[in-house]
């Protein structure tokens, strides 16, 4: 918590937000074009790599991401097959590539509930997997300690025959691009990227997160993209587009306002929105819950408007990803923000 509150001050002063607060600390030393670097990176998010690695992730060869669904005559259920692929990626890009294995069930399907809830717990007798978090980092050259995390969860709903598509195939290949463009990038500050499970249960990211907690990790952001571009088929229609930052704790407001910072200082051209949770949700709260309360949600839409919500119709064709790309341009824009005032 103290650690939390300190990052609070101290990154506020950095970055330049204008709170009373953050006047009273020194302004840091300045890398020699921060925003020129920032803008170079951000022009490397490729609208068509994301959109062939979501296919691949959702549609072909892949049509969906779970445990219990093992392609006829494939060795692998379609999760891991989608780990080899996202491991694949990022050695191929010069990551070294952890697993962290977590027992878990698939989740049993209530067809009385409305079909955007009908997950229901699994019982004790049914079967248990191992499903995996996937991590790799960037480690910052002058405060290696302190962390900034990127994350998504990669699985499809594993109660249901859905690609997950807009949940959350779009934000893994969000998170994927983000270690793309940084592949070449030396940050002042760590850099880490997970890739975790939040449709089946127990989520993946509670693990995680705990680990990180009995390690002692410092992590000063966490940045979850979960249905980043996903909104009404109005608004879809009508070419919004649109991002929801919503943080839970006080301590992740001035992450919310970076968002919000970046999207207008640099030209990026969402329709950006900040709400509060009323609580911890999603796998950014496993993380509020470990007592990293720097920590926000990425989303298209707040209440989640995707008509296709854990239904069969979440396919990559009704993705916009032209918007999630957006999207990944603010947050690479406010994690680079947070870790080039590194001295
Ligand atoms: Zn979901």
Request: charged share 25%; net charge neutral; glycine share 8%.
């Amino acid at each position: 918590m103290l650690v939390a509150r300190t990052g609070y001050t101290t990154f506020a002063a950095l970055i330049g937000l204008t709170c009373a607060s953050a006047a009273a600390f020194e302004p840091p030393a300045k890398d020699e074009n921060p925003d020129a670097n920032i803008r170079k990176l951000m022009d490397g998010v490729s609208i068509e790599r994301m959109s062939k690695h979501l296919f691949h992730l959702s549609k072909d060869p892949l049509p969906c991401r779970k445990l219990n669904f093992t392609l006829p005559g494939h060795e692998k259920n379609t999760l891991y097959e989608a780990d080899d692929f996202l491991a694949g990626k990022l050695s191929s890009w010069g990551y070294r590539v952890e697993r962290e294995g977590v027992k878990v069930q698939a989740f049993r399907c209530d067809p009385r509930k409305p079909k955007q809830h009908q997950y229901s717990p699994p019982k004790p007798e049914d079967p248990w997997y191992t499903a995996h978090n996937l991590y790799a980092e960037k480690r910052g050259r002058s405060r290696p300690e302190e962390i900034i995390l990127a994350l998504a969860h990669k699985d499809s709903q594993s109660w249901v025959d859905s690609p997950g598509a807009n949940d959350n195939a779009i934000g893994t290949v969000g998170v994927l691009e983000i270690a793309s463009v940084l592949s070449r990038h030396a940050p002042e500050r760590t850099i880490r990227f997970l890739f975790c499970n939040e449709e089946h249960a127990p989520w993946t990211s509670v693990t995680a997160a705990q680990n990180a907690r009995k390690r002692g990790d410092r992590i000063v952001a966490v940045f979850n993209l979960d249905g980043i571009g996903a909104k009404s088929a109005e608004e879809t229609a009508a070419g919004k587009k649109t991002n929801v930052t919503a943080f839970t704790a006080p301590e992740g407001e001035w992450l919310a306002e970076l968002m919000a910072t970046v999207n207008a200082r640099y030209g990026i051209g969402l329709q950006q929105r900040t709400v509060k949770r009323p609580g911890p949700g999603d796998d950014d709260g496993s993380f509020v819950r470990a007592g990293y309360t720097a920590a926000i949600i990425n989303i298209g839409s707040w209440p989640y408007a995707d008509p296709n919500y854990h239904a069969e119709g979440d396919i990559p064709e009704r993705c916009d990803v032209e918007n999630a790309a957006l999207t990944v341009r603010a947050t690479l824009a406010a994690m680079l923000t947070i870790t080039q005032t590194g001295r």
